[in-house]
């Protein structure tokens, strides 16, 4: 007892878990109790033994577990979470209980099982059982067996799954236990019970006995079907339904036979799918095409075998299908056929749906193959195509079985017409639509007239069997001209016809398959009520589906008599009937006059005729007989124009009055159309034919009348007919108009001679252009330009028009079903069939066998060849018939190719078959369009954006219905691809809002959308969230929690969670187009449709999102008729609505204080995530949506975080509203609204992005209204979003991009823009790219180079590499933004933006050339945009006086002159030169200041900034500046444009001005422009023009000589000539030795004389420029030509020549060239060339010109030359100091001999030896001087003297092992002193140094450090910054002409500003006579300085300030 006192105490869930079975029993037992008591299922207690219950079943104790299964028992029938043990619990009563042997245990058990079913986990338990059926003993498995076959029983076999225990039954049946068998034997009766026959497949292979005793069993079962006996929780409404009837006793029939159909199971379902293709044997394909008929026959026996198995696994059966179809086409062997057509059968019923793909290519076969007469051949094809029928749709084949209609083979017509009766039978009204209906019905009333009998039952049968299934009304419109005989024998054949109903179920006896079949239609017509209109609207263009619904709602019948009265049927009557019948309703006289002779009788005739037609009642005119009477002699051939008048008015009136038919509309047709272009009576035959046209229907009198018309050849009735038939077209409406019947007679009419029927045909166009819209100019696209343009012209006109409303036609339209029946036409050819109408080639016989196999070879390029193929034929043939031979099998192969390239070409190709094929594309969207999808799954995005292009191209052609038919889509989702997940879902989220309904098969889709809630990968879980609310529109809430119950426990509640939220922003679905709203339009503007469909065919989401404002009115009316499904919800969103209007008052913006603060510092504290993403993921949508909860109203958060994308229209609708009044909280908040609408910019609906950027576009103007600027974290979670966009596939929304990111610049800056809009042209999207680069265009153009970031050397580098991109915008792109850059700082460019191709500068120097010439443009362009506030400093140079009066070319040269300007670099504001005020402001103080000589003593005085002085500019001024510049400037850039005459024309005029001396002075400053203009010419006639056979060579030399001139002119004025910069000079030099030697100018006449003239300019070029300059550019050009390997040697010797002449010429000019320089270039070159290198070179020219050029240097400057090596870095390295030195020692040592003058005193040699000997004392000496502070000065003073003193002195061993820095000291100390000795001579010629400095080859920063003069130049240095700085503030205005530096020259940005100011204030200066006297008269550009008067005094100065500084 002491034991049990012990687990007494214990609590009870303890007790249940102790080691002592009595502890446990006790704990079982209150347990038991507890669950007895607990009344809440939700108690928190149940958890307590929620992995206890297990425990209960599975104890080892007999009796604890008995007790343990009771309380077990109850715990799973009342514990909410009871359904989370199912696995385990199951699991452990079949392993733990079934295997006892107490009976009672085993009943527990199985209770348990059952009531683990009833809380809805009855798959779990299935699959427990099933795996019990494993069992090796025996006892579980009967008992598993008893559960399963219990369960079966109770719940039916709806719960049930039976399939897998079907599965497992035979098996069952093996097993050696008899009990085993005995049992599975109770559940196949069971089973049998529930499905009936569908059990026979599965069980066809069991022993025969069994099998004998199963069939004896099923017979003694009820035929009454079973009912469910025991129900799920969530079927309490079937139990109480149930309960109900049990008390009553009786059985609804009606009931019975929905639960019947509900359950019947497909045998089908039941079976495995065997793989058959792997054991096809391996030669079947070689044997299949051998030779002996013996080998084909076992090649097909192997098949047939295989095929037996009546279900087949999926896979490519393409290569079998054709093998087949070989068989049956081409083998002789008629047994074979047989075979191959069993084989097929076989193979479509095996595969069932999934054979649908090959169903088109193998119709066509079997139809032709029915010419075989043998029965048993006839029997197998008709088996094989009965098979393959139901796998495809009427519709897919259609076209196939239509062809064959009229083949002459007797046998084959009869054959189809049979195949479509059999095929009739399986359809329903829905699926055998008018459309599809209307073309047979058209063969077969040809056929009802074949010689041949069969031919014509066959015809009969199958228009009976049409009638039976859509019902007499809809076909009886197509019968109209069928004799009565006829029409009854169809009536008779619809009487027999038994519909296949029920047929395909099996099970019950016949008399029920009758009540099914009988009751079958009217749900399908119910049903297909509401898909009706959707199926019209979608597919707009389809020929099919628009008219679904319309044979449905014929049954529904609102007016039983409209077929009687719709079309009047008559038969032709003989002309003596129709006498006798006249002549009892006419006068007597009038009769007999009739023919009179005499036309006044005739006319009394007719008078008395038209009072008798006047009286006559309806019913009682025999119209026919009247107007044979008419046309009686003379007839239309009536010669009195007054009888003819009245008896065309008798026809109308006829028509009108009486019952007038088709029959004798013919009679008097041909009549009026002969008089319709008679002057006198063509009024009254159009009125004739108007009202004929509303008794027989306007669109087939139009036909008739047209056909007529141009059967004749008077072009006056032509012109009056297409006349007649526009304005009929505007009275009647579009209505059912044949558009086809016309287009070839309206072609006729454009090619006629007659103007007046070329006119009438085009307005006829014009009128079909308003109800059709733009598909109707297609037929005309082959017309010649000229006739185009009419057309095109007549369609303007009309566009934006509305079609009139009809006023005829609709008068005898009697009911509501007409009027339904008139609008289903107009849009089957308004709109839905416009595509139909296009004339299509049929391109099967292009594709060739051949074609396909080069498609599937195994050479990827052979594949490419027969891809290029197929893509010229498509090409070729435009528009295209749905036949495309064995194309599509071969295209699908391609699709998975391993090659990506050929992928995307074949997606290409689909692109291309879509809308070349239009709407018939449908059939092929199974073989085809699904690869399609299986494409998305592909691991480059590149290929997945190209498979989803080509998806959209085919949905818009085929509607979408398809391609959720049947299992594909769900098979495609079942893959575990994430790629194609998240892609279809996305695709499927979006499309699936626009569809009205969908094909139940969309539920086949829901398991794999639930796997893919739980993917792997976040982005799949994300799409499939979205794709959820969607899919839930259509299958509902219910049907899709449903689904969840075969889901794990964990994942289904997790799935049903997620399903709840989905409710919650569940779409509404869009309104049908219902009838009431498509009917008013039929009437009133019939036009809209047409015109419309298509468009929202394109854009169903902006379809769904158009009509915003309607949504609450539309949404009301049909809440009558939906009101079964769901008006309460309809309903609550509406009082919500209401509700929260109340609450909408307040403000919508929150200001929280120092909210955006906290909110960034959390963000860099890492505390929240960054705003920093590809997609947005889930995380911060919600971290978004908390952060906006404080700062916006809780409504407003509510509408831009919901679902429905209308909600957010709205809600920025809103916001747009509120921006002014609540500005400061949206600024407050302005971080969080900016990160929403990037979320915004992920959605792909248009209507949504445009209102964000409308929105967008009003705040940021707003912010810069308010000088608000952005900061950075606002800036860098906007910004990257919003270039993303400028990618966008839509100009609109690119536009609107453009201009954000436009008014952007004014609140965040733009150099901070730039690096965002760089990261944008690494984009994919080449149209972002492309847009990202003009962005940066126009900001550099507006910003200046400053703007470049992170400098412009790495921008424009990054910007040029788009050059070379692919695509031909971003290239533009990219050269517009160098050009840009060019405009901004010149030659520049060039050096920043780093080694580009040839190919790519040419483009660059083309482009650059070409914007030249387009300045004017672009300079008027930024004067419309002046009205902006300028974000150019620039920009006020474009604006002009008003007054000014000048010549329109004058203006355009201005105009270019001023955008040349405004191109330079970006000026700071403060430092601008507003020359508008300058030039423009009168009213200033007129005084000039005088020119004062500048003193320096205000630089020691405190700085005060002085007032501007400023004054007038006279008119002069005006003119010289505007006209003369910018004239030149203009005519310069149009020296180097590509068209030759008019360079030659500028050329004239520059040569013009260079030949008058006066003028000659204008050039200058231009020289540079003009010479680069020049070499762009030679460089262009030299690759191009010269090159080009059209061209007339004399032109060539005409221009040649015209540039030779002009040089010649210009270099022979030093002055101009000296301008030139070296750069420049290197350029033209290439040019003219490039001209030199090519050997094409020989060819030309006079071309030796070319060159002799070339060669004279060469000279003059040498002889006229700055010596600096051209000896520079040789040795550039030099070290080019020798570096380059595809240079001619001559070239390279020219330029030597050149040299040598320049150091022929040295001794002249050694004092006027820039050693430094020289000495540069000269080291460059040895650096690239060192001696050994150049040693080594073919020739050994160049190392001794080089050699001589360093001997004549030194030769001529001696030892000074080395003091000429500062600006060579590192000159110790200098392989050219070494050289120096050693010809500079070995010169000395010669003259030496010779001369005393090395020394100033003389010195004798003697003496110079006893000096050194004590060389090395004396200069330890000074060097110690010069180390020491104290006496540094006098220690340099010293070595200066020693070194003059003893000039070759080596101080090397001194130096060497000094710090560099020593060594630069001791150098500058020496050049210092020399400067102060040297005085005032040597300071003129030092001052060239300067200017150079500046040159390309160093930066101007180091000018003065580097200058060789010492103090003297660093005074000059300071005066030229302290001048610069005046003209800054506006104090300086005289600046000499020789500073402007050149045009073109490579300078810093930084001094571009300066030049600017340089050549403006030089021009001021020019226009002031007293100025000239002051300008320098020096020949060679030197930088100006101070008079040398003043110098003592500036130097003495400038040693103050220096002083002073340290």
């Known amino acids: 007892m002491g034991d049990d006192s012990e687990w007494m105490k214990l609590p009870t869930d303890q007790k249940c878990e102790h080691k002592i079975w009595k502890a446990r029993l006790n704990g079982y037992e209150e347990a038991l109790k507890l669950f007895q008591r607990i009344q809440d299922e939700k108690s928190p207690e149940w958890g307590k033994y929620l992995g206890l219950i297990k425990r209960f079943v599975t104890d080892s104790n007999a009796v604890a577990q008995l007790k343990g299964l009771e309380a077990a028992f109850v715990y799973v029938e009342n514990a909410h979470v009871a359904g989370k043990t199912t696995g385990e619990v199951v699991s452990g009563v079949v392993g733990k209980v079934f295997n006892q042997p107490k009976a009672r245990a085993k009943e527990l058990g199985t209770d348990i099982c059952l009531m683990y079913i009833e809380i809805e986990k009855a798959e779990a338990v299935q699959d427990e059982l099933i795996k019990g059926l494993d069992n090796k003993n025996p006892k579980i498995v009967v008992a598993c067996i008893e559960a399963l076959r219990k369960a079966l029983c109770e719940f039916g076999s709806k719960i049930i799954t039976l399939k897998p225990v079907v599965k497992v039954l035979p098996k069952l049946f093996e097993s050696r236990e008899k009990a085993v068998r005995d049992e599975a034997k109770l559940l196949a009766v069971e089973i049998y019970r529930w499905i009936r026959d569908a059990l026979r497949p599965p069980l066809q292979n069991i022993n025969s006995v069994q099998l004998k005793e199963l069939e004896e069993e099923w017979v003694k079962l009820p035929t009454a079907a079973p009912k469910q006996t025991r129900f799920l929780r969530s079927q309490q409404d079937l139990k109480t339904k149930f309960e109900q009837q049990q008390a009553a006793g009786g059985d609804n029939a009606d009931c019975d036979n929905e639960e019947e159909t509900e359950v019947r199971v497909d045998p089908y379902e039941l079976l495995e799918a065997v793989e058959i293709l792997s054991k096809l044997p391996k030669d079947f394909y070689e044997k299949i095409e051998a030779k002996k008929w013996q080998e084909r026959k076992e090649a097909l026996e192997a098949v047939e075998a295989l095929t037996k198995n009546p279900k087949l696994e999926n896979g490519d059966y393409g290569d079998l299908v054709r093998a087949l179809k070989k068989v049956i086409g081409k083998d002789a062997n008629v047994m074979l056929v047989s075979m191959a057509a069993k084989c097929l059968a076989a193979l479509a019923a095996g595969l069932r749906k999934k054979f649908g793909t090959y169903a088109v290519h193998v119709v066509p076969t079997i139809l032709e193959k029915f010419k075989e007469k043998k029965p048993q051949v006839v029997q197998a094809l008709q088996e094989a195509i009965d098979a393959v029928f139901l796998t495809t749709t009427l519709q897919n084949i259609s076209e196939d079985v239509l062809a064959v209609m009229d083949n002459k083979n007797p046998s084959i017509k009869q054959q189809a017409s049979l195949f479509l009766a059999r095929s009739f039978r399986h359809c329903t009204p829905s699926t055998l639509p008018k459309s599809v209906l209307k073309p047979f019905c058209a063969a077969f009333l040809k056929q009802v007239n074949d010689s041949a009998p069969e031919v014509r039952d066959a015809a009969f049968e199958a228009l009976g069997t049409a009638m039976k299934v859509v019902g007499e009304k809809a076909v009886n419109p197509f019968l109209a001209d069928v004799e009565k005989l006829k029409l009854d024998k169809i009536k008779e054949c619809a009487d027999k016809v038994e519909l296949v109903g029920g047929k395909k179920v099996g099970g019950g006896g016949g008399e029920k398959k009758e009540k099914q079949a009988a009751k079958a239609p009217p749900p399908v017509e119910a049903s297909a009520k509401p898909s009706g209109p959707p199926k019209k609207a979608p597919p707009a263009k389809a020929a099919g589906p628009p008219k679904k619904g319309k044979p449905a709602s014929a049954p529904s019948g609102k007016s039983k008599k409209a077929p009687d009265t719709k079309e009047i049927v008559e038969t032709e009557l003989s002309l003596e009937v129709c006498e006798e019948k006249a002549a009892a309703v006419l006068p007597a006289s009038c009769m007999q006059l009739l023919d009179s002779t005499n036309w006044k009788e005739r006319l009394a005739s007719m008078e008395e005729f038209q009072r008798a037609v006047e009286q006559m009642d309806k019913s009682e005119m025999p119209c026919q007989s009247l107007v044979k009477m008419l046309a009686k002699k003379p007839g239309w051939k009536e010669t009195n124009f007054q009888v003819m008048q009245m008896k065309l008015h008798i026809v109308g009136l006829i028509a009108q009055k009486g019952s007038f038919s088709k029959t004798s509309a013919l009679v008097v047709l041909d009549g009026l159309v002969d008089k319709i272009g008679d002057v006198k009576c063509g009024s009254n035959a159009k009125e ?157 016989d292009k594709i060739t066998s051949d074609m396909v196999s080069k498609i599937g070879d195994k050479n990827w390029k052979i594949r490419k060849e027969g891809l290029d193929e197929v893509t010229a034929v498509i090409s070729e043939a435009k528009f295209i018939q749905a036949n495309i031979g064995e194309l599509p099998m071969a295209l699908k192969g391609r699709l998975n190719d391993s090659n990506k390239i050929l992928v995307q070409q074949t997606l290409g190709i689909l692109q291309q078959i879509a809308t070349a094929m239009g709407p018939a594309l449908k059939q092929h969207v199974k073989n085809l369009g699904i690869p399609i999808i299986t494409v998305l799954g592909d691991s480059k995005s590149n290929v997945r954006a190209a498979a989803m292009t080509t998806l959209n191209a085919w949905v818009e052609q085929t509607g979408m219905k398809e391609w959720l038919e049947g299992e594909d889509l769900s098979e495609e989702l079942k893959k575990e691809n994430p790629f194609l997940r998240q892609e279809v879902l996305g695709w499927l989220a979006e499309k699936l809002p626009t569809m009205h309904t969908v094909p139940a098969d969309l539920m086949q889709c829901v398991p794999p959308l639930y796997a893919c809630l739980e ?176 700062c916006l109203a809780k409504w407003l958060q509510d509408e831009l975080f919901h679902f429905d994308f209308q909600r957010h229209v709205k809600a920025i609708g809103v916001m747009i509203e509120r921006l002014e009044v609540e500005s400061e909280a949206v600024i407050g908040s302005l971080d969080l609204v900016l990160k929403w609408f990037t979320l915004r910019f992920f959605d792909t609906n248009t209507s949504v992005l445009m209102k964000v ?39 609109v929304v690119r536009k609107d991009v453009r201009a954000i990111l436009t008014i952007l610049c004014k609140v965040y800056a733009a150099s901070k823009v730039f690096p965002l809009l760089m990261d944008g042209t690494k984009s994919k999207n080449s149209k972002q790219r492309s847009e990202c680069l003009e962005e940066l265009g126009c900001l550099i153009e507006n910003f200046g180079m400053n ?174 500046h505007n006209s003369t510049a910018s004239t030149i400037n203009f005519v310069i850039s149009q020296v180097a444009s590509g068209d030759m005459n008019t360079s030659i024309q500028a050329l004239a005029q520059i040569d013009e001005v260079l030949r008058q001396a006066d003028k000659a002075e204008a050039m200058s400053g231009h020289i540079d422009q003009f010479l680069i203009a020049t070499f762009m010419q030679l460089r262009l006639i030299y690759n191009t023009h010269m090159a080009d056979d059209r061209l007339d060579k004399k032109d060539i030399f005409k221009l040649y000589s015209c540039i030779i001139g002009n040089m010649l002119s210009l270099f022979s004025m030093e002055n101009l000539a000296r301008e030139a910069s070296m750069g420049v000079l290197k350029d033209l030099m290439h040019g003219l030795i490039t001209l030199m030697l090519d050997s094409r100018v020989e060819d030309i006449e006079d071309g030796q004389q070319l060159i002799r003239s070339v060669n004279l300019l060469v000279v003059r070029v040498l002889e006229k420029s700055d010596q600096t300059n051209i000896l520079s550019a040789l040795l550039v050009l030099l070290q080019d030509s020798l570096t380059s390997t595809a240079g001619s040697p001559m070239f390279s010797e020219l330029v030597m020549k050149c040299l040598w002449r320049m150091i022929r010429f040295l001794p002249q000019t050694i004092n006027s060239i820039n050693l430094d320089r020289i000495l540069l270039d000269v080291h460059n070159f040895m650096k690239v060339f060192p001696k050994d290198k150049l040693k080594q070179l073919k020739s050994d020219v160049p190392h001794r010109t080089l050699k001589t050029l360093l001997h004549t240097l030194c030769r001529l400057t001696g030892a000074k030359i080395l003091d000429h090596m500062s600006m060579i870095e590192n000159r110790n390295e200098s392989e050219l100091e070494a050289h120096l030195r050693r010809v500079v020692k070995h010169s000395v040592n010669l003259s030496g001999l010779k001369s005393d003058k090395i020394t100033e005193k003389g010195a004798l040699r003697s003496d110079d030896k006893v000096i050194k000997a004590k060389v090395s004392d004396i200069l330890s000496e000074i060097f110690k001087k010069i180390g020491s502070k104290e006496n540094t000065k006098e220690g340099l003073t010293e070595l200066y003297e020693y070194k003059q003193k003893y000039s070759d002195a080596d101080l090397e061993p001194f130096l060497r092992n000094t710090s560099q820095f020593f060594q630069s000291y001791v150098e500058r100390g020496l050049r210092m002193i020399e400067s102060e000795r040297e005085g005032k001579g040597r300071i003129q010629t030092s001052t060239v140094i300067p200017q150079h400095s500046t040159d390309s080859y160093l930066p101007s920063s180091s000018s003065v450090s580097i200058s060789s003069n010492g103090e003297d130049l660093n005074a000059a240095a300071y005066y030229e910054r302290l001048k610069i700085l005046r003209q800054r503030r506006g104090l300086e205005n005289s600046v000499p002409e020789e500073d402007r530096p050149p045009l073109s020259s490579l300078r810093p940005s930084v001094a571009s500003s300066t030049d600017m100011l340089h050549s403006k204030l030089s021009q001021l200066k020019e226009s002031r006579e007293h100025f000239q006297q002051e300008q320098s008269q020096s020949d060679r550009p030197t930088r100006s300085s101070s008079p040398a008067s003043n110098l003592d005094d500036l130097k003495k100065r400038l040693e103050r300030i220096k002083s002073n500084r340290q």
């Open 688 to 844: 004739g034919l108007t009202a004929i046209g509303e008794a027989c229907s306007l669109p087939w009198t139009a036909e008739q009348v047209v056909s007529m018309a141009f059967a004749q050849k008077n072009p006056k009735n032509q012109a009056e007919t297409l006349n007649w038939l526009a304005n009929a077209m505007k009275e009647f409406g579009f209505a059912g108009i044949n558009v086809k019947a016309f287009i070839n007679n309206v072609k006729t009419a454009l090619g006629a001679t007659n103007p007046a029927v070329r006119t009438s045909a085009i307005a006829l166009l014009g009128v079909m252009y308003l109800y059709m819209g733009a598909p109707l100019r297609m037929f005309f696209e082959d017309e010649k330009p000229a006739l185009l343009l009419q057309i095109d012209a007549e369609f303007e006109k009309m566009q934006g028009q509305s079609p009139p409303a009809p006023i005829r036609g609709t008068k005898k339209t009697g009911g509501m079903e007409e009027r339904e029946e008139a609008e289903e036409e107009e849009v089957d050819c308004g709109a839905g069939d416009i595509m139909d109408l296009l004339p299509r080639t049929d391109i099967s």
């Open 1015 to 1190: 993917d792997r990968s976040g982005d799949v879980r994300k799409k499939a969230q979205d794709a959820l609310p969607t899919f839930m529109m259509h299958l509902s809430y219910e049907k899709m929690n449903k689904a969840t119950g075969k889901l794990k426990p964990a994942s289904k509640d997790q799935v049903i969670g997620m399903l709840e939220k989905a409710r919650a922003v569940m779409p509404a679905k869009p309104a049908a187009p219902a009838k009431a709203a498509g009917s008013k339009p039929a009437s009133s503007a019939p036009a809209s449709k047409p015109a419309s469909a298509p468009a929202r065919n394109q854009t169903p989401s902006e379809d769904f999102g158009e009509p915003e404002p309607k949504p609450d009115t539309k949404k009301t009316k049909p809440a009558g008729p939906m009101a079964k499904k769901g008006v309460v919800g309809k309903k609550l969103p509406v009082k919500a609505g209401a509700k929260d209007e109340e609450d909408r008052s307040g403000p919508i913006f929150i200001l929280v204080p120092n909210g955006k603060e906290q909110r960034i510092k959390e963000e860099k504290a890492l505390k929240i995530l960054k705003w920093n993403f590809m997609t947005p993921r889930d995380e911060y949508v919600e971290q978004l949506k908390t952060q906006m909860s404080t």
């Open 1253 to 1291: 950027l409308e929105f967008l576009k009003l705040l940021f103007t707003m912010l810069s209204r308010k000088n608000y600027q952005l900061n950075d974290y606002e800036a860098s979670s906007f910004i990257p979003y919003l270039i993303l966009k400028v990618g966008e596939s839509k100009d």
């Open 1347 to 1520: 703007v470049c970031q992170p400098t412009p050397a790495k921008a424009l580098k990054e910007i040029a590499v788009h050059i070379g991109d692919r695509d031909t915008t971003v290239r533009n792109a990219a050269l517009n933004t160098v050009v840009a850059a060019y405009n901004t700082c010149g030659e520049q460019v060039f050096k920043l933006i780093g080694n580009l191709s040839e190919k790519e500068m040419s483009m660059l120097e083309e482009r650059i050339k070409r914007s030249a010439k387009k300045t004017p443009a672009p300079a008027a362009k930024q004067e419309r945009t002046q009205k902006e506030p300028p974000t150019n400093p620039n920009a006020t140079f474009l604006r002009k006086p008003a007054q000014e009066e000048v010549p329109n070319k004058l203006n355009q040269a201005r105009a270019q002159n001023a955008h040349l300007e405004q191109s330079a670099p970006s000026i700071p504001k403060e430092f601008q030169l507003d020359l508008d005020v300058f030039e423009n402001n009168h009213t200033c103080a007129s005084d000039i200041p005088d020119l004062v000589q500048h003193k320096l003593d205000e630089v020691l005085e405190p700085v005060m900034i002085p007032e501007r002085k400023m004054r007038a500019v006279s008119p002069h001024f005006d003119d010289i």
